[in-house]
Structures are given as C-alpha cells and as structure tokens.
C-alpha cells in the first residue's frame, strides 16, 4: 500500500524559508521520480517541482531560483527547500510519486503572511 506522509509546513513571514519533507512508503521509492504540488484556496492543483530517479530536477518557473527539491534514497525521503517565499505560495503542499500517481498524501499548509 502506497503511503505519502507530507511536514514541515508552517506560517512564515515573506521572504522567509521552510524546508518541506514526504516520507514515501510501499513503492520502489529509488526508481520513481517524486514531485512536489500544491493547490491554493479555489485553485486547482499545480506542479512545483519533480527530482528523477537519477536526481535531475526540474522546476515549475515561479519557484525558479527559489526552491530546491532533492531526495534520499536511503531514507524514502523527498525534501522541498522553500527560499524567499511570496504570500503567493501559500497553499497546501503535496508530494506524489510518478509510479503511483493517484495516491496523495493530506499534504502540508504553508501560508505565507505578515
């Protein structure tokens, strides 16, 4: 049974930091590519970022320059470093392995405010 467990979530003022981390669980974790998405109030879920199994990354373009994803192998782990975070990155953070893309964990409300 696939399982996504999502922390690391929190208020943070703008241009603050958080470091966001999924705990995967019942996949071939090292051969997947894991993403990160979120979905603001009203909006539909968008892509953030995704790391390949290799470790090569891409980025959607308004976290560019901001946020880093990266993984550990040994540990089933998945990390979403959040930089210079906007009020427009608040929502709820979500993790998703590409070998099992309709599971979803409850994911991680960051908000962003002052």
């Known amino acids: 049974q696939v399982q996504l467990v999502e922390s690391g979530g929190g208020l943070v003022q703008p241009g603050g930091s958080l470091r966001l981390s999924c705990a995967a669980s019942g996949i071939r974790f090292r051969s997947t590519t894991m993403g990160w998405y979120r979905q603001a109030p009203g909006k539909q879920r968008e892509w953030v970022a995704h790391?390949?199994?290799?470790?090569?990354?891409n980025y959607a373009e308004f976290v560019k320059g901001r946020f880093t994803i990266s993984r550990d192998n040994t540990k089933n782990m998945v990390y979403l470093q959040m930089n210079s975070l906007k009020p427009e990155d608040t929502a709820v953070y979500h993790c998703?392995?590409?070998?099992?893309?309709?599971?979803w964990g409850q994911g991680t409300q960051v908000s962003v405010s002052s």
């Open positions: 790391i390949g199994s290799q470790g090569n990354t």
């Open positions: 998703n392995a590409w070998s099992a893309r309709g599971v």
